[in-house]
């Protein structure tokens, strides 16, 4: 995924939020502001192009005070809008330096 093409629609606020998404912030903590400050400052760590309907990414950033953070996004190329999937605070015992999956 080109996250240029996901930034882009997040600074137009052509965003869609999904349920799923919304109940995990929610629970999770990060608060929207939070959630797009760390997508934009963020990287992609794992690329999902299978993805259905849209092909999307996990990404990590981190919020204003440093907290990690980890988004899926999906892009929906024929609309130009990005679709926040899911939000999470990744937990410690399953992430090496927020980036890499232990095995």
């Not at 996250?3 to 349920?19: A, C, F, G």
């Not at 440093?66 to 937990?91: C, E, M």
């Amino acid at each position: 995924m080109d996250i240029e093409k996901l930034i882009e629609s997040i600074r137009k606020n052509h965003i869609l939020i999904t349920d799923h998404a919304d109940e995990e912030a929610t629970s999770d903590g990060p608060s929207y502001d939070e959630i797009l400050f760390s997508t934009l400052k963020g990287e992609i760590i794992e690329d999902y192009p299978d993805d259905r309907p849209y092909p999307s990414c996990l990404i990590f950033g981190e919020t204003f005070s440093g907290n990690p953070v980890h988004s899926v996004w999906a892009y929906n190329i024929d609309t130009g809008w990005a679709v926040l999937i899911t939000v999470y605070r990744p937990d410690p015992e399953k992430w090496f330096n927020w980036t890499q999956r232990k095995k």
